[in-house]
């Protein structure tokens, strides 16, 4: 299984990036996949995910209602649009899948696969 992260890079506050991960080795129909990030000097964070077949996606509070996750599969590709960043969004994004049926979000132990990471930088 291989992701690889894109989109990143340096916004003001309040702008918007789109970032996507494309996906190889795995379905992602089938697979829960989702978006972690983790600032500088603070532990990993989980933040948005897709479930495996349905499609339910879930958001943490803190990007609820700014940030949208979807996936393409005919692409197999994941996508997280990013409106109204602000400064505390500044991190590195990393998206992951797992091969659980049931998954808790949160804990980053039981997510299998990592992306390589994209740094998306937002100034005040």
């Known amino acids: 299984v291989q992701l690889q992260a894109s989109g990143g890079g340096s916004v003001q506050a309040g702008g918007s990036l789109t970032l996507s991960c494309a996906a190889s080795?795995?379905?992602?129909?089938?697979?829960?996949i989702g978006w972690f990030r983790q600032a500088p000097g603070k532990e990993p964070e989980w933040v948005s995910a897709?479930?495996?077949?349905?499609?339910?996606?879930y958001y943490a509070d803190s990007v609820k209602g700014r940030f949208t996750i979807s996936r393409d599969n005919a692409k197999n590709t994941l996508y997280l649009q990013m409106n109204s960043l602000k400064p505390e969004d500044t991190a590195v994004y990393y998206c992951?899948?797992?091969?659980?049926?049931?998954?808790?979000?949160?804990?980053?132990?039981?997510?299998?696969?990592w992306g390589q990471g994209t740094q998306v930088t937002v100034s005040s």
């Open positions: 080795g795995v379905d992602l129909d089938y697979n829960w």
């Open positions: 992951s899948t797992t091969d659980r049926k049931v998954v808790r979000l949160w804990v980053l132990t039981e997510w299998d696969y």
């Open positions: 897709i479930s495996s077949g349905g499609g339910r996606t």
